[in-house]
């Protein structure tokens, strides 16, 4: 099914939160059929990539940056250990968190996730000239950046 953004109110206030989760969900369609040619569901290669590529060996640290709930986090980590990709080992000084290891198999197929978050990278900068990426690129970091201090401000300010 093709996203159809013409269905958006060009006058609507909202028309970048619409377009913004139109462009996610058609990104989502695409990488998880790309995952499922390796045997991944979406967030196991968000799982498996972080740990190999951005070096976050603890499960606590994991569901941190990937804002994945430690619940579910620790299905992803059970099933990625079960396919063999990776191993747990319990911290001494909290139970709670694992260190975690990728396997070789684990390793080329983070590898594998890599080259589909490149492809689809190189697909999404075909549509824009290099100084559109840059202020894409710009923009984006400029709006994630208000929104985390907005989140921390909001949180700060309902504890109080």
């Given at each position: 099914?093709?996203?159809?953004f013409?269905?958006?109110?060009?006058?609507?206030?909202?028309?970048?939160?619409?377009?913004?989760?139109?462009?996610?969900?058609?990104?989502?369609?695409?990488?998880?059929?790309?995952?499922?040619?390796?045997?991944?569901?979406?967030?196991?290669?968000?799982?498996?990539?972080?740990?190999?590529f951005?070096?976050?060996p603890?499960?606590t640290?994991?569901?941190?940056?990937?804002?994945?709930?430690?619940?579910?986090?620790?299905?992803?980590i059970?099933?990625?250990?079960k396919?063999?990709?990776?191993?747990?080992?319990?911290?001494?000084?909290?139970?709670?968190?694992?260190?975690?290891?990728?396997?070789?198999?684990?390793?080329?197929?983070?590898e594998?996730?890599?080259?589909?978050?490149?492809?689809i990278?190189?697909?999404?900068?075909?549509?824009?000239?290099?100084?559109?990426?840059?202020?894409?690129?710009?923009?984006?970091?400029?709006?994630?950046?208000?929104?985390?201090?907005?989140?921390?401000?909001?949180?700060?300010?309902?504890?109080?």
């Amino acid at each position: 099914m093709k996203e159809n953004f013409k269905t958006l109110n060009a006058d609507s206030e909202h028309q970048i939160l619409f377009v913004f989760a139109g462009v996610r969900r058609i990104l989502n369609r695409m990488a998880v059929e790309k995952f499922k040619a390796i045997n991944l569901g979406f967030q196991q290669a968000i799982i498996l990539r972080e740990l190999v590529f951005e070096n976050t060996p603890t499960s606590t640290e994991l569901a941190l940056k990937t804002t994945t709930d430690p619940a579910a986090l620790s299905r992803i980590i059970s099933s990625l250990e079960k396919k063999g990709f990776l191993k747990r080992k319990n911290m001494k000084e909290d139970r709670r968190s694992w260190s975690l290891e990728c396997t070789a198999s684990g390793k080329t197929i983070a590898e594998q996730v890599n080259t589909i978050y490149e492809e689809i990278d190189d697909l999404l900068k075909e549509s824009l000239s290099q100084k559109e990426q840059g202020e894409f690129v710009h923009l984006l970091r400029k709006i994630a950046d208000f929104l985390t201090k907005k989140e921390i401000y909001d949180k700060r300010k309902s504890e109080s």
